[in-house]
């Protein structure tokens, strides 16, 4: 992957951002750098907007997996947002909008340590942008400042603007009655969660190796990172278990409570998480991230007790089904293990939309398969095996399902789908009103085109 490409890779990943980051890095070519619109003291080059429709064009073409005609209502359209950007900019620092370095801060970290993980370390990072990555921060500090500022302030316009059950009304009614969609059957449906804990031999097996590591890097020479390469069942062990600069928030209450504890180079105790048993040395400190290395040492995965964790479903159930003051959701607050759902009584939420109902098509499919042998709202499955969590802090558990309710598949209407329709009404409101702000605000401030623009694109 050359230098260029893998740059303006990294630039499209991290945000659709002020173009004056990148603008040294363009063509020395005269007719790029070409001003073509001034807002207030803020100049747009040529050269910005050619830059800003190539990284959306490969956003497109990424998200399509097509390839996406250049036009020139792209490249005009690209330009008006570029100049929205800069009016949003202005008005809010005038509404004294602002963010702190720690948020500017934080979301610069999260991008560059996904791209860290990537390519393997910082010196690859760093290798690939020709820059340290002190120098990749510094020059995206204020451009994610500016960004985050614009965001913060089209945030608060939004949540000023509120819509009433009339409007809703209003809005529905005007959709053709041949244009109303079908909404495919949905369901609610929550969850108990167990996870197998591990037989008793296997969880001291990986206790006594992780301290016998420990050793080696304390009293035998050994480093950490050597030890990590070896032995280390986590996702950084090729990297010698080196945990870039992260958020103590980010990482598992044990694991931050651990290290957080430790001075710059100090190594741990070993500690156990739900992951397994860590050694863990601090690096770096700055506010609330640390910069880390680890040694993992996970329970092997065929040393669980299973028939444990069914065992406890089953015995769940069967208090649910024969005990009318037992309810589902106290079951759940209670008992289960899956921390995402446990404290809202099991409830399986739309990852899209945040709303209980499902369309079955959005269930995944190990779902999907326990609720289609549901009948009757209130029907509670069978313990059934899945894998809980992301990537690879991933874990073999066991669930048991409930139905809450079942919608079939019908024709949209404000009855059954106020809720959903009110959203769209909403969303259709919020943005009216985003455009006649800023119509208002480029009247207001000074905006200048310097080349030959269709009104369609100005008024738009």
């Given amino acids: 992957m050359n230098k260029a490409f893998f740059l303006l890779l990294f630039t499209v990943s991290l945000f659709l951002i002020s173009p004056s980051l990148y603008a040294q890095q363009q063509s020395s070519d005269k007719k790029l750098d070409q001003i073509v619109a001034i807002v207030n003291d803020h100049i747009v080059l040529k050269s910005d907007v050619n830059q800003q429709v190539q990284q959306y064009m490969m956003q497109m073409q990424r998200q399509q997996n097509r390839q996406i005609e250049f036009g020139k209502d792209i490249w005009y359209t690209v330009l008006q947002n570029t100049i929205d950007r800069y009016v949003m900019l202005d008005q809010a620092k005038r509404d004294s909008i602002t963010v702190s370095d720690a ?8 991008r560059i340590n996904s791209f860290i993980q990537q390519v393997g370390s910082e010196e690859a990072l760093e290798e690939q942008m020709g820059k340290s990555i002190v120098q990749i921060r510094a020059d995206l500090r204020e ?3 500016e960004q985050m500022i614009v965001q913060q302030f089209q945030r608060t316009k939004r949540q ?5 059950r009339p409007e809703v009304r209003e809005y529905f009614e005007k959709i053709p009655k041949d244009s109303l969609p079908t909404i495919p059957e949905q369901v609610a449906v929550s969850q108990i969660v167990a996870v197998p804990p ?7 097996q990986a206790r006594k190796l992780a301290e016998q590591l420990r050793d080696s890097v304390m009293n035998h020479g050994k480093t950490i990172e050597e030890m990590a390469k070896k032995y280390s069942d986590g996702p950084n062990a090729s990297n ?10 980010d990482l598992v209450a044990e694991y931050s409570a651990a290290a957080s504890a430790l001075d710059q180079g100090q190594i741990s105790q070993v500690i156990k998480t739900n992951f397994g048993y860590h050694v863990i040395r601090l690096n770096k400190r700055q506010g609330d991230k640390i910069d880390t290395n680890q040694i993992l040492i996970k329970v092997q995965g065929k040393s669980f007790d299973e028939e444990a964790a069914k065992e406890k479903l089953r015995a769940i159930k069967d208090s649910v089904q024969n005990n009318k003051d037992i309810t589902f959701a106290k079951m759940a607050r209670k008992h289960s293990d899956d921390p995402n759902t446990a404290s809202q009584g099991g409830r399986v939420l739309n990852p899209e939309s945040g709303e209980r109902l499902i369309s079955l098509d959005k269930l995944d499919p190990a779902m999907y398969r326990i609720v289609l042998l549901l009948d009757d709202v209130g029907d509670i499955s069978e313990p059934k095996p899945f894998t809980m969590g992301e990537e690879n802090n991933t874990k073999q558990a066991f669930r048991i399902v409930q139905l809450d309710q079942r919608v079939p598949e019908h024709v949209a209407n404000l009855d059954q789908d106020y809720q959903r329709i009110k959203s769209f009404a909403l969303q259709e409101k919020q943005s009216r009103k985003m455009r006649n702000l800023l119509a208002k605000l480029r009247k207001e401030m000074y905006v200048e085109y310097k080349i030959p623009v269709p009104d369609r694109y100005i008024n738009s």
Avoid: C, F, H, W
């Fill in 160 to 164: 000023n603007i509120k819509i009433t």
């Fill in 240 to 249: 010698g278990g080196r945990v870039p600069m992260m958020a103590l928030n």
């Fill in 143 to 145: 451009s994610y400042r």
């Fill in 103 to 110: 948020m500017v801060d934080q979301q610069i970290d999260q």
């Fill in 198 to 204: 591990a037989l008793e031999n296997a969880d001291q």
